[in-house]
């Protein structure tokens, strides 16, 4: 296991200037502008001079679809490795044909910060996305108790390229257990900024739990 490779620094609420010191001490990042006030060009020469793998995300609800679909255009063209785009995102297939079309890969997610659905609707909403073909599907509630995370970790068995966990305190473990049942990464907080969600790990911690789980 290479435990470095695992780990995807979130970044949010960060400027131009940090962002760029911060990935220059990471593998791997997501860079959140929904959270941030990057300029078009700031996108593009931070994810076209990137030495590491960059997740472009902007999440709907700050601007409007036009301005984000933008921005997030901007980082696909600079050279994002990845491009995060919810299920029910309006812009969803222009962006996705745009990722395809410039070698961005594509991580569908689905979000529910309200509970853990049931496992039959867990199950019918992953198939519903790996339809669109995404090279990551995400699937990603809230647990509002431990067990919540069995019906997400079992949706590993499906052998779809899978990012599964749970957010909340009850889901924090979720978010290792994801790693060993073999999701690509495991988000984490930057050792002196702020989670991008309830329940994240900082890079150091997760380092040392997967270092832990390790055979």
Same mark, same amino acid.
């Given at each position: 296991?290479?435990r470095?490779?695992?780990?995807?620094s979130?970044?949010?609420?960060?400027?131009?200037?940090?962002c760029?010191?911060?990935?220059?001490?990471?593998?791997?990042a997501?860079?959140?502008?929904?959270?941030?006030a990057?300029?078009?060009?700031?996108?593009?020469?931070l994810f076209?001079a990137?030495?590491?793998?960059?997740?472009?995300t902007?999440?709907?609800?700050?601007?409007?679809?036009?301005q984000?679909?933008?921005f997030?255009?901007?980082?696909?063209?600079a050279?994002?490795?990845?491009?995060? +785009? $919810? *299920?029910?995102?309006?812009c969803r297939r /222009?962006?996705?044909?745009?990722?395809? &079309?410039?070698?961005?890969?594509v991580?569908?997610?689905?979000?529910n910060?309200?509970?853990?659905p049931?496992?039959?609707?867990?199950?019918?909403?992953?198939?519903?996305?790996?339809e669109?073909?995404?090279?990551?599907?995400?699937?990603?509630?809230l647990a509002?108790?431990p067990?919540?995370?069995l019906?997400?970790?079992?949706?590993?068995?499906?052998?779809?390229?899978l +990012? $599964? *966990?749970?957010?909340g305190?009850?889901? /924090?473990?979720s978010?290792?257990a994801? &790693?060993?049942?073999?999701?690509?990464?495991?988000?984490?907080?930057?050792?002196?900024g702020?989670?991008?969600?309830?329940g994240?790990?900082?890079?150091?911690q997760?380092?040392l739990?997967?270092?832990?789980?390790a055979?």
């Open positions: 296991m290479n470095d490779a695992l780990i995807c979130s970044l949010t609420g960060y400027t131009y200037s940090h760029r010191q911060a990935i220059a001490h990471t593998g791997m997501e860079i959140r502008m929904d959270t941030m990057l300029t078009l060009e700031q996108v593009e020469g076209g990137a030495p590491v793998p960059l997740i472009a902007y999440r709907a609800g700050k601007t409007s679809d036009t984000r679909a933008l997030l255009i901007a980082a696909i063209h050279g994002a490795a990845f491009i995060d +785009l $919810a *299920f029910d995102d309006p /222009r962006l996705m044909q745009e990722a395809r &079309a410039h070698g961005c890969s991580i569908l997610s689905y979000h910060f309200e509970c853990t049931p496992a039959e609707t867990l199950h019918g909403i992953m198939r519903q996305m790996a669109y073909a995404p090279d990551i599907l995400k699937i990603v509630p509002r108790l067990i919540d995370c019906r997400v970790l079992a949706l590993y068995a499906e052998g779809y390229r +990012l $599964a *966990f749970c957010m305190a009850a889901g /924090r473990y978010r290792i994801s &790693a060993l049942l073999g999701a690509p990464f495991v988000y984490a907080a930057p050792d002196n702020q989670p991008a969600a309830d994240q790990f900082t890079v150091s997760v380092r739990l997967l270092s832990h789980c055979p």
